[in-house]
């Protein structure tokens, strides 16, 4: 198939950005959380992003999204970005969950892969790959879990994949020993990298999509308002 243009957003975890893609990246703009609320530059940036690539949202042919699980005010704003796009040039929607990203950064690891995105409170949010060949299976669902669990549910060696992997190396290693393997280096989830995954899995006929009305973020757990709301 011919290679589509694919608008990305990645609003999951410590920084943001917003890319275009067609096979290969051709303009990338990130931002961080620190500065601003995604929702103050997000819409900013976008018209950045048109501007500096001259590229018209008509033309695009795919949007791209992490729908989580993540920040809920990130991905409360990406969705809702895509969203308002889509009333003006409605396009299929392709999802992707933040877990499985990780694990894609990996490609073709012998090791089983462990994504892992900080839920606070002492748990997880959690799901377990494994490449076969060109096909990254899912051998366990995201889920949220107890970070106590964890060694009963890793019980092979495998390599923990985490944009935060400082908040349970320690606890990993002591836990679970030599099952517990590291990269060598810490993994970033990006607009590009979303839209990447996108495009292979438009290829492989995998990729799973949406419309503006059925996306909803990926939360897995109910937010810190609506637990306090609930007490």
Known sequence: MEAPLILAVETSGRHGSIAFFKENTLAQISFSFKVRSYSGVIFPYLKKLLETTQISLKQVDYYAVDIGPGSFTGLRISCSLIKALCLSYERPIITINSLEALAYLFPFSS????????????????????????????????????????????????????????????????????????????????????????WYKLKQEKASLEKADTLLPLYLKASEAERKKRC
């Open 111 to 198: 090791y089983p892969l462990v994504s892992m995105v900080d839920a606070y409170t002492r748990e997880v949010f959690l799901g377990i790959y494994k490449w076969e060949g060109e096909i990254l299976n899912e051998l366990v669902e995201p889920g949220c879990y107890p970070l106590k669990e964890l060694p009963a549910i890793v019980k092979m060696p495998a390599i923990f994949v985490s944009e935060t992997p400082e908040k349970w190396a320690s606890f990993l290693k002591e836990n679970l020993g030599e099952n517990a393997l590291f990269p060598p280096y810490i993994p970033e989830l990006t607009a590009s990298h979303i839209a990447k995954i996108s």
